[in-house]
């Protein structure tokens, strides 16, 4: 997992920009089944820095949509 930077947002296209929010969403998934099942996170702030850029890219696609 990368933390998306809004420069590098910009500059992707559309369909891209959906692949990486569903392969955010996934991991996210996968994050919070992990902690309801009672395991451990290795990062904590993982989780808070994935829903951080999912906002991020969301926020710059109603941008362009605006637009």
């Known amino acids: 997992m990368t933390i998306l930077r809004k420069k ?4 992707m296209d559309e369909n891209s920009r959906k692949k990486k929010i569903h392969d955010l969403k996934l991991e996210l ?15 904590p702030g993982k989780i808070r820095a994935l829903k951080r850029t999912l906002a991020r890219i ?3 696609r109603r941008e362009s949509k605006k637009r």
């Open 58 to 60: 969301e926020t710059i």
């Open 8 to 11: 590098e947002i910009r500059t």
């Open 29 to 43: 998934m996968k994050l919070k089944s992990q902690l309801i099942s009672g395991g451990v996170s290795e990062n």
